[in-house]
């Protein structure tokens, strides 16, 4: 997915994205967006309220609006848990969420560069499509021709105080995630995320 300056699009947004623009100069602009925001939050449209949570999920998972417009039709058709919930999953199981989940990547920009470069097993077999859907049992792993790479250099010292969601298990001993469970977004590591308001915005287009 092509994107723009990312630091112009934190900015936009007021909300650090792509996990690269905490540094001095965006928490000062963001304190100063904030402070000359407030009068115009009270008169800023719905739509355009629910735009803006849009783009922060598009962003955040790095993926195209095509790819989240699909994953929002299957949350609104399916009937075994809520929209919320079931689009929460379909973004957390992609595979190179894992990647950046478990650590093995810091960025998903990052992850999915690692998985489409052809890096990534799952049970064992490589796996090059960054959208790839895990499912409960499914193991990822680095590729063992891989671990040699100078981008997997002291991996194990760099995951090891990596918190990883409760539905997977990392074997840090193996490099390899155990998928155990569905994504629960109750207690996620990332909550500023609003996916009823991204929802709503698909049931009004």
């Not at 309220?49 to 417009?69: A, F, G, T």
Request: glycine share 6%; aromatic share 10%.
């Amino acid at each position: 997915m092509k994107v723009g300056p990312k630091y112009k699009i934190c900015r936009r947004l007021g909300s650090d994205v792509f996990g690269q623009c905490q540094t001095q100069k965006f928490q000062l602009a963001k304190s100063k967006k904030q402070g000359a925001q407030r009068t115009f939050r009270k008169s800023r449209t719905e739509y355009g309220i629910q735009l803006l949570e849009k783009q922060k999920v598009r962003y955040s998972y790095y993926i195209n609006e095509k790819q989240l417009s699909n994953y929002v039709k299957k949350a609104r058709n399916q009937k075994e848990t809520t929209p919320t919930q079931s689009l929460f999953a379909s973004l957390e199981s992609r595979l190179d969420n894992v990647v950046f989940r478990s650590g093995f990547a810091n960025t998903r920009a990052f992850a999915r560069q690692i998985v489409s470069h052809g890096h990534i097993h799952v049970n064992g077999r490589k796996v090059t499509v960054p959208s790839y859907k895990l499912k409960v049992g499914d193991v990822v792993s680095i590729r063992p021709e891989s671990k040699e790479n100078h981008i997997f250099a002291g991996i194990g010292e760099k995951t090891k105080d990596v918190a990883t969601p409760t539905w997977f298990s990392y074997d840090k001993k193996k490099g390899e995630v155990a998928i155990k469970g569905t994504p629960a977004q109750e207690g996620a590591q990332d909550e500023t995320l609003d996916l009823a308001t991204v929802i709503e915005f698909y049931s009004r287009v």
